[in-house]
């Protein structure tokens, strides 16, 4: 691919960015150059080389080390993360016969987990998972004290204890030391991208998960800042998704194999960064993002202004596609749910699980599973949820078990989206796109197509977060001039999941079950977690 002659790039006022950018360019370059990834996920950090066109060379997946020191608490020690994307990149870099032609690389990461860090670049206290819910007091002190209307009026979301603003109330209150001495709040792709380049940076997508981003000025809101006490200069310079903000480190160009040539360039949110990968970057298609989380995303030309929509769990943020916003609603666990219930079921031959599976009629026994391991999903705002398996019996086997998991996943999923479809007043979307790891699983695939009654679209790769973080690298590095220029060069091969018939009116008469399961459980799981 031919590069584009060199310009200078705008600089940004560290507090306030425009969602229309100019395009950038870049300096030629003798032989074709590549483009690497980085997704930092819950469950695996993975890397990724790919050419231009989108074709991927090489791939590489190293477990996300996570701590649970009790119950409902669960961080990331920054070492362990580092190390893990260090390892990633080095796998996948050994793959590739020049790995020195890898001209740029952006990351993307889970969106509420971020690390403070010192003067000295040091991090001063783990990486809270993005799941962790300590911090319920801080959350039920900015309900009291700044008010869910203002701050949904400001970020377009619901206060819930997972955002990062819980988590600097939390570090500020309970680890005092540890939030004075730090001078910069750097969620998981910007900390990973610092490490790469000693440049701290954020985006729009990732400043989304806060509840400090002003949406529609496009900006960090600092009147919040400020009356939560916090400085402003606790947030890192705001960049556009794409942005290069510097080159990779020489020791971490001998310890990753990325050269030390290589722009590295503001990344995002993972769900966000996979909707550019496959192309969700226009009003009307769904992304469904499969991971140990899961995202039903849709992007919007202005930010949606209905309150109800944070009360039923529901967010607005910044696309990395510049001039774009998004809506998104989802499942906080559903891999996830898959690797419990797995685990529970002991040390089982996977592909034998599905086979039971799949032999079982749906809906079994009339037993019913609720995806609420973590929180609640949308369109329920009500994070003391839990999850339950409704209607068990003598009878039910561990593959009726396992396909009640897998149905729940998907009806939860169908609740989900038929709420986010109202909110936005879209009555039939033109494609369901689908990516990630879950999308390995046939029998999934097809009960959610089933349970959806329409086709879904399965990006043909696997990896299409880590791939989407390629291109902002790219862009980045000039590789790409534009989003458009990434859209018209970038290769997309999928293959089509049909709903079977047969299922279909079955799935639509347990759906009507399925949606009386939350509501007959909220009273008795709130008396639960008053008493817990």
Known sequence: MALRASAEQPQLEAFVISPYPEPCYAVSMESNPLIAG?????????????????????????????????????????????????????????????????????????????????????????????????ARTQCDWLVEHIGAERIYATCRMSIQPIYGLCKMLWLRDNEPRAFYDAVCWLNTADYVAFRLSGEKAT??????????????????????????????????????SGTAIGTVLPDVAEATGIPSSAKVSTGGHDHVVGALGVGVTEPGTVLNSLGTAEALFLPILSPLNRPEMAQKGYSVGGHVAWDRFYAIGGLYSSGGSVDWVKSLLGD?????????????????????????????????????????????????????????????IAMEAKLCLGGLLDYAELENPDRIIAIGGSTRN????????????????????????????????????????????????????TRTIESDPGLVSRYAELFETYAQVYPSLKELNSQIDANR
Not at 104 to 115: K, Q
Not at 468 to 487: P, T
């Open 38 to 134: 980085l997704d930092v996920g819950t469950t695996n950090v993975k890397a990724l080389i790919a050419e231009p066109n989108g074709h991927v060379l090489a791939t590489a997946s190293v477990p996300t080390p996570t701590n649970h020191p009790q119950p409902g608490w669960a961080h990331y020690e920054p070492e362990d993360i580092w190390s893990s994307a260090c390892q990633a990149l080095r796998q996948a870099t050994s793959k590739v016969p020049e790995p020195d032609r890898i001209a740029g690389i952006a990351v993307a990461s889970i969106g509420e987990t971020a690390f403070p860090v010192n003067q000295a670049g040091q991090t001063t206290f783990p990486g809270i998972a993005w799941y962790d819910t300590r």
């Open 348 to 408: 089982l031959n996977h592909r034998a699980l599905l086979e039971s599976a799949s032999n079982v009629e749906p809906g079994s026994l009339g037993v019913l599973f609720l995806p609420h391991l973590r929180i609640a999903n949308p369109p329920f705002g009500d994070a003391p949820s839990r999850g339950a398996f409704v209607g068990l019996s003598g009878d039910v086997d561990k593959g009726i078990l396992y396909r009640a998991v897998l149905e729940g």
């Open 442 to 493: 046939d029998l999934l695939m097809q009960i959610k197509a089933s349970v959806y009654d329409r086709a879904i679209t399965v990006s043909s790769v696997e990896e299409g977060t880590a791939l989407g973080a390629a291109l902002l690298g790219g862009l980045g590095a000039g590789v790409y001039s534009d989003l458009e220029d990434i859209s018209t060069t970038v290769e997309r091969r």
């Open 203 to 240: 985006d729009p997508s990732l400043a989304s998960r806060t509840l400090l981003f002003d949406v529609d000025r496009f900006a960090w809101a600092r009147s919040l800042l400020e009356d939560c006490g916090l400085s402003p200069e606790l947030l890192a310079p705001l960049h556009r």
